[in-house]
């Protein structure tokens, strides 16, 4: 790896608050509050919440971050935006091996111990982790990415053209969204869409949403490369 490039993941992680400590503090707390909240729920049977998402929605906040904080210091260390693009991305993806990793060690942990002693589960979630471990470390690592990507082009596009561009942005993605809903809807696509999503699941799911990390990404440069720090 190019040695500018790694000078880029050192500079991200000058900030460990942003990069490390702010996902997995989030990740702790929420696991806390859900452990918690099962013990209080007086049922015997399994306890599932999604209090382990709220760790990759503060990765959002991180592709924002790695945007708007770190990019004018790599300008004035005369880095290119194309060492600063990749080495955000290898920084990024640097935290979200260690928060998949994480996941999945506390999941292990639940199955050993019956849900921590109170049936309850945080990160083994039956159908992320229907492949195993592997899949859901896959699984989450992709959610986490996903996150980041479309944090970091959010500032990257409101650093280009400011707020107005990233609210016709939010606005054209929300009209996709009731247009997609309204054309499975007028097919009557609705079961084959529910059959889909349930037989291809969160693993490939996961894998589905690769070529679209992928482009947003591409995207993300495009727009770097000619944002003013």
Do not use: C
Not at 131 to 156: L, Q, R
């Amino acid at each position: 790896m190019n040695s500018r490039v790694l000078n880029v993941v050192r500079l991200q992680f000058v900030n460990k608050v942003t990069y490390l400590w702010m996902p997995l503090i989030v990740l702790g707390g929420s696991f806390l509050i859900s452990f918690l909240i099962f013990a209080m729920i007086p049922i015997d049977e399994p306890k599932y919440g999604g209090g382990s998402q709220a760790p990759l929605w503060a990765f959002l906040a991180v592709g924002i971050q790695a945007m708007t904080l770190s990019f004018p210091f790599s300008q004035a260390m005369s880095l290119t935006r194309r060492e600063f693009y990749l080495g955000t991305l290898v920084a990024a993806a640097i935290t979200g091996v260690i928060l998949s990793t994480v996941f999945v060690l506390i999941g292990l942990l639940e199955q050993a111990t019956e849900g921590l002693g109170v049936n309850g589960y945080f990160s083994y979630l039956p159908a992320v982790w229907e492949a195993g471990w592997w899949g859901a470390w896959i699984t989450y690592f992709v959610i986490t990415m996903f996150f980041f990507v479309i944090g970091f082009w959010s500032a990257t596009i409101y650093k280009r053209w400011g707020t107005i561009m990233v609210t016709v942005v939010l606005v054209g993605l929300g009209l996709l969204l009731v247009g997609a809903v309204f054309l499975i809807t007028h097919l009557e696509a609705w079961p084959a869409t529910w059959t889909w999503l349930v037989e291809t699941g969160p693993l490939g799911l996961a894998l589905w949403a690769v070529p679209a990390i992928a482009l947003m990404a591409a995207g993300s440069y495009l727009t770097l490369r000619r944002t003013i720090a």
